[in-house]
C-alpha cells in the first residue's frame, strides 16, 4: 500500500512514484516549510525518500510550487522529531509583503490541495504526534483520519498572534472538533493539551512519548492486513456520507453496502466466516 493522494477526484495526473504501488496506510508527520528552492520544470510531488516493509510504506514528499515554494509532506511510521516542535506550520518569512498577492495565493492553495489529497486519498492516513503542533501543523492532524499523539503533544492555531487568522486551519479544525472549542482556539491562540484533543475529538489517542511509534505503527499495520478495495470503498463512503441530510446519507450508505457485496473480498470475508477460517484477501 502506498500514498495515492486522491489525485483523481481533481481530473490531475497522477504522479509517478504513486502510480507504482498505490496502497499504503501511512503515519503522517507535517514539517514547517524549508527555504524555497529554485523552481524547476516539475510541479508534481517530488519523493526524496522511501522504505516499505510489513505493507506500509514510509516516504518523505517535498510538493514545490512553480513560484519554488516547499511544502513537505512526510509520510512515516518512525517519525522522531528533534526538539519541541512537531510542526509549526507555514515560514512566515514567505509570507511578507515583499512575495506579492499571487505568491501567497499559489502557497495557501498548494497547503489546501494537500489537506484534500488527505481525505481523497483511498487508504486511511496516520498522524503520529510528539511534540507541538500549529497553525498547519495542526490543520494536517485535523484532516488525516487517525491521528496518535504522545502525552507531551500540544496543538494551537496561534495565527492570531501575529495578526494571521489561521482560516484555512480553521476548516479542518471547525471539522475535527465542536464549533465553540474551534473558535476558541481561533480566537485566543492558546494551545490545548493532547488530553484537551483528545477529550474534543481533534486526536484518536494519547499514548506515553516511548510508546507512540509502536502504536501507530501496530494501527498501520491492522489496516495493511485488511481487503484494500473494501477500506477504499469504506473511507469514501464514509466522507460522502457525513454532509449530507439523514435520508441522503442513509441511501448512500445503502448503496454503497450493495457495491461491497459485489466485491470479490466482500464475498471472500463472507464465505471465510461462514467456513470458520481466515479470510484470504485479493492483495
Known sequence: MALVAGLRAFGAKWPSWLRRSPWAPLSAGFCSPGSARPAGPESEPRLTSTRQQDGIRSASVFRHTRRGHRIPLQMVVSHHVVGPVFSSGHDLKELTGAQGRDYHTEVFQTCSEVMMLIQNHPVPIIAMVN???????CQLVASC????????SSFATPGVNVGLFCSTPAVAL????????ALEMLFTGEPISAQEALRHGLIS??????????????????????????????????????????????????????????????????????????PVWSH
Do not use: C, H, W
Open 131 to 137: 511534540g507541538l503542533a500549529t497553525a498547519a501543523g
Open 145 to 152: 483520519d487517525i491521528a496518535v499523539a504522545s502525552d507531551k
Open 174 to 181: 471547525g471539522r475535527a472538533v465542536p464549533r465553540k472549542v
Open 205 to 278: 489517542k494519547v499514548v506515553p512519548e516511548e510508546q507512540l511509534e509502536e502504536e501507530a505503527t501496530r494501527i498501520a499495520k491492522k489496516i495493511a492486513s485488511l481487503s484494500r478495495s473494501v477500506v477504499a470503498l469504506g473511507k469514501a463512503t464514509f466522507y460522502k456520507q457525513l454532509p449530507q441530510d439523514l435520508s441522503t446519507a442513509y441511501f448512500l450508505a445503502s448503496q454503497a453496502m450493495v457495491d461491497n457485496l459485489t466485491l470479490k473480498d466482500g464475498q471472500e470475508g463472507i464465505e471465510a466466516f461462514i467456513q470458520k477460517r481466515r
